[in-house]
């Protein structure tokens, strides 16, 4: 067996089957899991690598042929897939990290702290939670936090229209938002003073 066809057998083997098994057992949802698949898949990524480079670069090629070539093919195409789709098998690491994260911002917000609501309002909006992310950017905007009215703006705008979003724009233009300046200047496309 060459070179190429083993490093391929052991990208198939090594990664995306053991990330398949990992997926699928209660593993996969803990930090170790999530860091051994990790591990697993970049492993698999760099062995692709190292073929492809063997093959084009060093003019060593597969003995296996066409068939090993396309072996080499499919194992790192599956490899990336796999590597892209899942993210490493973080979903729920990050889904648990974000949960405590919300709940850490959230209390930070009802406490009273703007830059707390506004990075919270931003995570509603971002899931396209209106609702959640109004409530949420309205206390930051109205704690005086630029950016926070710049974005309930731009929100308001999106589900109510220009005429609600308008005072929004401009208490963002006077404390000096560049966006909402040049939204609200002469010959801008809200120009205030033509109304």
């Known amino acids: 067996m060459d070179t190429v066809m083993l490093l ?33 898949m970049l492993v698999s990524l760099l062995l692709f690598i190292v073929a492809g480079l063997i093959m ?11 068939v090993g ?11 990336i897939w796999a590597t892209g789709k899942w993210s490493f098998a973080l979903p729920a690491i990050v889904d648990r990290w974000s949960a405590r994260h919300e709940a850490m911002l959230r209390a930070q917000a009802e406490a009273g702290n ?5 990075a919270l309002g931003l995570g509603f909006k971002m899931r396209r939670d209106h609702d959640g992310a ?4 309205q206390q930051a905007a109205e704690a005086g936090l630029t950016s926070a009215q710049w974005d309930l703006g731009r929100l ?40």
Not at 56 to 66: E, I, R, Y
């Open 156 to 195: 308001v705008e999106e589900t109510d229209g220009l005429a609600a979003a308008k005072p929004w724009f401009m208490a963002a233009a006077a404390n000096g938002h560049p966006g909402a300046q040049r939204l609200l200047a002469a010959g801008g496309p809200y120009d205030v003073a033509n109304g």
């Open 69 to 79: 070539r396309a072996l080499w093919l499919f194992a790192g195409l599956l490899a």
């Open 114 to 118: 703007p830059q707390a609501a506004y």
């Open 8 to 40: 391929t057998l052991v990208m198939i083997l090594g990664g995306p089957v053991f990330w398949w098994v990992l997926r699928r057992t209660a593993t996969f949802n803990s930090a170790p899991g999530a860091n051994a698949s990790s591990l697993v």
């Open 56 to 66: 084009f670069f060093t003019g060593v090629d597969s003995t296996a042929g066409t």
């Open 134 to 137: 109004r409530r949420w950017l």
